[in-house]
């Protein structure tokens, strides 16, 4: 007899992290085989309610939020969530009200002991290969952050084309390593409550320990009332 090789196929979620009047918690679907298809985020609509409003000192209101287990073959180790009530550098582009959601290759432990400061800040800067360096993407100076890297944009973005930032894709570095992807949203946009999937611009090569999406979408589920960002269509290379 052959043994019936039990399905693996579903949707898991962590635990839930209060934000505004709402939570947040992360999830993946995986298929039959447990290969992961999303790892997302679920963030209730009342999450937008009641958000901190004054600057903290650290710049932006952090969430951090735990993997389900059956999360481990995306490679990731965490997620945090940004709230920036004001935005953020530069002026002009990303300094309105919006949300940064870090999907984190590295372990908190390790988040936290990225100072970007002395001799800390050249690891924080230091650029991957060429090829490990998204299509059309850059990293300019001045983008590392505490307990978090160095942050590659794409300047053909919308936003650098003198359109209204709405949302963006994000590649995180540190030590010339890719350690988080990150797509950031503005508030307005999620009140707007859409149902958009970009296309996530990838690298030459890849780095194997987690798996890189090759799109990300942000959707409002009217009868969840929640909205749901994700990483889609994920592979490890």
Do not use: C
């Amino acid at each position: 007899m052959h043994q019936k090789e039990v399905s693996m196929a579903g949707t898991y979620e962590g635990p839930a992290v209060a934000i505004g009047q709402g939570k947040a918690r992360t999830f993946v679907t995986l298929d039959a085989q447990g290969h992961s298809q999303t790892l997302g985020i679920r963030l209730s609509e009342a999450a937008l309610s009641d958000l901190p409003q004054q600057v903290p000192p650290h710049g932006e209101w952090e969430y951090e939020l735990a993997l389900p287990t059956e999360a481990a073959g995306t490679g990731y180790k965490h997620v945090v969530v940004g709230w920036n009530p004001a935005g953020h550098i530069p002026e002009g582009v990303y300094n309105v009200p919006h949300f940064d959601f870090h999907f984190y290759a590295i372990d908190s432990t390790a988040r936290n002991a990225i100072t970007a400061m002395g001799e800390d800040l050249e690891r924080a800067h230091k650029a991957p290969e060429p090829s490990h360096m998204p299509a059309d993407y850059v990293l300019p100076p001045g983008t590392e952050v505490p307990k978090m890297g160095a942050h590659a944009i794409d300047p053909g973005s919308a936003e650098f084309q003198h359109q209204p930032f709405t949302q963006t894709f994000i590649y995180g570095f540190y030590d010339g390593q890719v350690i988080f992807t990150e797509p950031m949203i503005t508030l307005a946009f999620l009140q707007s409550r859409p149902n958009t999937s970009t296309p996530v611009k990838q690298p030459q090569a890849y780095h194997p320990d987690f798996a890189y999406p090759a799109s990300y979408g942000i959707r409002y589920d009217a009868g969840a009332r929640q909205f749901e960002i994700t990483l889609d269509e994920m592979a490890r290379h």
